[in-house]
């Protein structure tokens, strides 16, 4: 039914990145652990993340799941409003350890989101965060991207938003990135003066 | 472990009204990584974020136990423009 160039072949495009090992990624675990720097801005965002979350009250059979304590709740919580850009994934900004994790750092680069509107936690060296985010963010998968304290989604999500040029405007109207302005054929401003 | 039939099983009990699923087992049979194409119209009217957290809630128990998992989900309508775009 499909195309080589379909949905199939965007899948596969994931799948070629080599995977690296992720023994060097101990130290996530000390930063996780930091109060981060808190802003007049981290209030609202944590409210709008809770609002984001759906009230869902079903008990459901679970499986290697336990109940997120309160406290473990609260780091979560100061974790994805700690920057504008937060990511849960394996291995780093630097050393992305999964295909979808590396796939969703190479898309903030190309966006151009600057290092310093960016953090990433590495699940792989905290399994508390590694259950935890799954249950505070009710979804299965790492990883996963907040904005603005808001959950965006996973990788298949930023894939998409990143194919129809979504991503690039929720970047820019949250301020993350500077607008593009496109150039005007003739009316090129010079590239460089003298 | 879960085969791609239990896979498929599954989303056809959790969706009713598929239209069409497509199951690809990246994980060279050992079944613990999978990329799906679900199209149904349980979807109607549902923003990205949403089409994927109603696929993770009805498969919680699949996904769960695999190491990877991938979606796409269309309603039928999305579905059959995407794929008039590629002839």
Known sequence: MFTKSGPRAAFRSLDSTPTRPYSSDLDSVLFFLLPSSSTPKMFRAITQAAALRPRSTI????????HLSQEHR????????????VLFMKGTLDAPACGFSRAVV????????????IKSYNVLADDELRNGIKEYSEWPTVPQVYVNGEFVGGCDIMMNMHQSGELEDMLVEKGIVPELIPEKEGDAAPSSSS | MITSQDLEGAIRTAFPDLHKVVIEDQSSGCGSKYA????????????????HRLVNERLKEQITQMHAFSQ???TVKQYEALSSNRV
């Open chain 2, 72 to 74: 796409k989900s269309y």
């Open chain 1, 74 to 85: 609260e780091a979560i919580q100061k974790a994805v409003t700690s920057t504008p850009v």
């Open chain 1, 106 to 117: 190479q898309m903030m680069d190309f966006h151009g989101v600057p290092s310093d509107k």
């Open chain 2, 36 to 51: 799906v194409i679900i199209v149904s119209d349980a979807f109607e009217g549902k923003a990205t974020l949403a089409k």
């Open chain 1, 59 to 66: 008990q459901t059979v679970s499986f290697a799941r336990r």
